[in-house]
């Protein structure tokens, strides 16, 4: 584990920097999805800004989820933390690679109903 996690690292040498987590992630099917543009900004920080759809093939349209953050990353792991009334949302973001896994914990309104940024994403750019 710590291969890997120092592996995926971004590599500084010299002044320069390798990003190893900006890029354009999409995961889902016909029904629900989502998307995460990721943007490294240097100094172990992202940011990150994503669209989450849930019912895309509705008559009455899909419900939205949109978010736009700045986190900082550790061990390929970054974490957004909020709050709506009493309850607490996370998500967590892990980088491998060409795949990101996220993993939120859901609060009922915090996005349209059922729109989540859950699962595991591929990397397309």
């Known amino acids: 584990v710590h291969i890997t996690e120092t592996w995926n690292q971004p590599f500084k040498f010299e002044g320069v920097t390798v990003d190893i987590y900006s890029g354009h992630y999409e995961r889902g099917n016909e029904f629900e999805g989502a998307e995460l543009d990721v943007k490294y900004l240097g100094n ?37 933390t909020d709050k709506l009334f009493d309850h607490k949302y996370s998500l967590e973001l892990a980088f ?16 349209g109903m059922n729109a989540s940024f ?5 990397k397309l750019k």
């Open 44 to 80: 172990d920080l992202i940011q990150v800004k994503g669209c989450a759809l849930w019912g895309k093939t509705r008559e009455v349209g899909p419900n939205i989820g949109e978010l736009d953050f700045v986190a900082e990353v550790h061990s390929n792991k970054a974490i957004l």
């Open 96 to 111: 491998w690679g060409s795949k990101l896994t996220a993993k939120e914990k859901y609060v009922v309104a915090y996005f």
């Open 118 to 122: 859950d699962g595991e994403y591929r």
